[in-house]
């Protein structure tokens, strides 16, 4: 077989599908590890991890399981934040009876059967329609969540409230649990799913998903079967966000009540995934860096430069800016912030790496 590089563009087969088929993707890899496993649980304080670390992990995860959905099967939804609702009381009762971290990872699958009974219409509606459909799944579910009791163990408040678990004698979760250990967990948990969408999309199932986003009819017609993809998307779209909705709650946020579940959540993920880039696995972690990174800085900021500005304040600016991103994304670059990474990475190409 002919093997040739210009420059670092393959001009075979086996090299456009290896893992890595541009170094830059190597490199940025390497990097994000790096930073990821060894500096930032080294240097980060307990104020980092709870509003930046932590938070980016878990809102890169739900935006991710929504990209499968969205970005690469074509099928839109906005009942984001209640799957993320059924992993969180999934777990809640699971880790009756079993591990904490494996209460959360099969956490999931719970979330994946609601998903797949709520992705049925997407059958015979698509576009605005199926959008609405999963909406009204949305306010079914969180009214569920608020009025079966079982839920929640009959808990006068209607609470989940997240107790000091352990995991081969360290604390995982709950007050006594470190937020470097919960860090580790939710990192090792949140890296799994990555390599296991990576994987997903680069293979049959992926395009298979691509060809039902791109045109539902003539994929069916070259003999794709649209009930198993689209399905199929739902199902793993709704098990990564309903892990990640077992994270949400039990490796962050401590307790949670059944409005936490609310639809502003499941737009918070959308954007998310819009501004870091539909289709794009990397996008999901940029746009959660901006999108929960942002708050951080608009809050810290003005108080280190010694000025005073209420809270109030600080979060109609920054209900403006995201607002005003999502515009400049969707006008200039809707492929969002992972579109121009790739742009830079283009540009990098032509950089005299050795082979």
Known sequence: MLYRTAGQFKTSYKADQALFPIRQ???????????????????????????????ILIYSLAAMGLNILTGYAGQLSLGTAAFMGVGAYACYKLIEVMDPILAILLSGVFSAGIGVIFGIPSLRIKGFYLAIATLAAQFFLVWLFEKWAWLYNYNASGAIQVPNLQTFGVYVTGPQASSVTQYYVILGIVTLMTVLCINLTRGTLGRTWKATRDMDIAAELIGINLMRSKLTAFAISSYLVGVAGALFVFMWRGAAEPNLFDIPL????????????????????????????????????????????????????????????????????????????ALIREKLIIWPFPH
Do not use: C
Request: hydrophobic share 65%.
């Open 266 to 341: 499941s737009f918070d993920i959308l954007f998310i995934a819009i501004i870091g880039g539909l289709g794009s696995i990397l996008g999901n972690y940029l746009g959660a860096i901006l999108i929960v990174g942002l708050p951080v800085v608009l809050n810290t900021v003005p108080e280190a430069l010694g000025l005073e500005i209420k809270s109030a304040t600080v979060e109609h600016y920054n209900i403006m800016i995201v607002g005003a991103l999502i515009v400049f994304f969707l006008i200039i670059e809707p492929h969002g912030l992972a579109r121009l990474w």
């Open 25 to 55: 993707d190597a490199v940025l890899l390497a990097i994000i590890l790096t930073f990821a496993w060894v500096i930032f649980p080294m240097t980060a304080s307990e104020f980092a991890f709870q509003t930046l670390l932590i938070p």
